[in-house]
């Protein structure tokens, strides 16, 4: 039978973000959330799919089901291209929204505080910092900010049907 969506949902989407959400400087938990979040669509298709599939019948496949999670959260496919880069090392696709390295890492993290950014994965010893993500189109987003999108997004489709 498998796991089902909301034990997945509990178990990790939501423990992740909630490590995030307390520790927004930490990029590993901010990582570790993005990956659940957006294999929570995996979970959730492939469960349905086998369990239910009426659930899912208003889709034709896992990529329309993805299309559809893209336009209920703005912040969907900059998970997923952070979800792959991590979980793949690299990103080859000008589909994805994050910039990434050849070397398999994101392109550009940086950590702000009190309106200072400072570039790299290192914080200074006087505070903490939150972990932003830059766009191709150099948009600076908060990650935490992502997540909660996302996560919300989750909540109403795990919960309002």
């Known amino acids: 039978m498998g796991m089902h969506p909301y034990d997945f949902y509990t178990a990790f989407v939501e ?31 492939n469960y349905f799919k086998k369990n239910d599939p009426n659930k899912i019948s208003r889709f034709k496949d896992r990529t329309d089901f993805l299309k559809y999670l893209a336009k209920e959260s703005k912040y969907f496919n900059d998970i997923q291209s952070i979800a792959n880069a991590y979980k793949h090392l690299y990103l080859n696709s000008s589909l994805s929204h994050v910039s990434i390295a050849s070397t398999g890492c994101i392109e550009k993290i940086e950590f702000e505080k009190d309106g200072i950014t400072v570039d ?18 150099s948009q600076k987003i908060k990650l ?4 909660k999108d996302v996560i919300s997004m989750w909540s109403k489709i795990l919960y309002s049907t």
């Open 15 to 45: 423990e992740n973000y909630h490590d995030f959400y307390n520790e927004p400087d930490n990029v590993r938990k901010g990582i570790n959330a993005a990956v659940s979040a957006f294999h929570m669509s995996d979970q959730y298709f």
């Open 144 to 147: 935490l900010e992502a997540l």
């Open 120 to 137: 790299g994965c290192s914080q200074d010893d006087d505070g903490k910092f939150v972990v932003i993500y830059t766009t191709k189109i």
